[in-house]
């Protein structure tokens, strides 16, 4: 997985049908220094992220091993919203000093 | 999946027969500022895209998950037509504005 | 799928049982304005591609939805000999052109 | 497979159900020489490593290969903790002599 | 596929235990003209390949299309060991030549 910073989203009426009611984010990746990666995803919101938040991102056929998901044209999914970061015994990112 | 905008078509007559009545386009990559990538997909429309139009293109085995494709060699789909992308509160596309 | 050109041949005795008969082509990916990419696939052929044509490759698990090829360890196949590739309403590459 | 070393964790309450339990490890991917790559990937300890330790991580489908996780949307998975590797006939890592 | 040349071996006792027995090697991944990538990856060898010999690589979930292999997380193997590499009706590479 890849983490990445929730930047905006994407909306679209004319698409495959599978994908109603599907929330695209447009995602920032994130390097582990916890600078942002000129490179970004589009990826379906499971978990309620919001703006601003970091996330994980799966990509691949990953994105679908998610409940309803199985069979939607999906190539990358947000899976879970980030509390904390650690990285060489340093806290990268806490949810908790955002808000 | 990544934002893309719809520069022109590839024809084949001598391919895979499960290929037969596939419409390749060729689709520039878009960063997350809307400006041109330095990257194309040929990908497999199924949404009726035209020249010009932002689409939302997934790759790899996500591209197989379109109703009689399931079992196409495909690794790339257009599999919607872009309305809008706001990114950072700001609205980056918008389809209405373009015509 | 990307643009590519066929340059040569990879030839194997010791390999997978699965692949005997398998044509391994060398082929160059090329970017969307019909310039060689510093890229290549050893890709499996199935559509009877020669050295010089312009092909569509298919990478992943999609090499691999080709009749006969669904249990073979391929992760690169040519799935369509190119007649043409329009981009911009301008016609980068035609078949009929080369001979 | 990549080389890769343990750098730290990543936590998150928010997530999708299937994914509880599941330590997710960042590490590092290391390159032929023992050097550090700027690339980095979120996966899923199975094995058991620690901060410090070289791994193998496997990206994409692989990921989803381990017991209980075959639903899961995992897109990396540290596989094995590494012993030792050898390039060119020289030891460029052995675990023994990190402690 | 990717031209590899093989380097060397990565050991490892703690691991998924549906790994017990694959041989990992190291190997270099090859432009088309011969020369080393700055690339390699950890493939399962399933053809009995030797340092310095070149051979092809298949990475995703190609790897897993190898009998025994199924179920094993694994995302890059030796498929075959290369005897000729011909490009641009050149003799790139011939394993006789090497020996």
Redesign the interface.
């Known amino acids: ?3 990445a910073r929730v ?10 049908p ?2 109603r009611g599907i929330k ?1 984010l ?1 995602v ?1 990746l994130m ?2 220094e916890g600078q942002p990666l ?1 490179k ?4 379906a919101d ?3 992220a919001g ?1 601003g938040e970091w996330v ?1 991102v ?9 409940p309803g998901s199985e ?7 947000v ?11 340093r806290l ?1 990112y806490s949810k908790k000093d955002q808000y």
């Open positions: 997985m890849q983490i930047r905006g989203t994407v909306t679209s009426t004319q698409k495959e599978s994908l695209f447009v920032q390097d582990d000129p970004y995803e589009v990826a499971s978990v309620g703006v994980l799966s990509r691949g056929s990953a994105a679908r091993q998610v069979q939607r044209p999906l190539d990358a999914a899976i879970a919203i980030i509390d904390t970061v650690s990285v060489d015994n990268l």
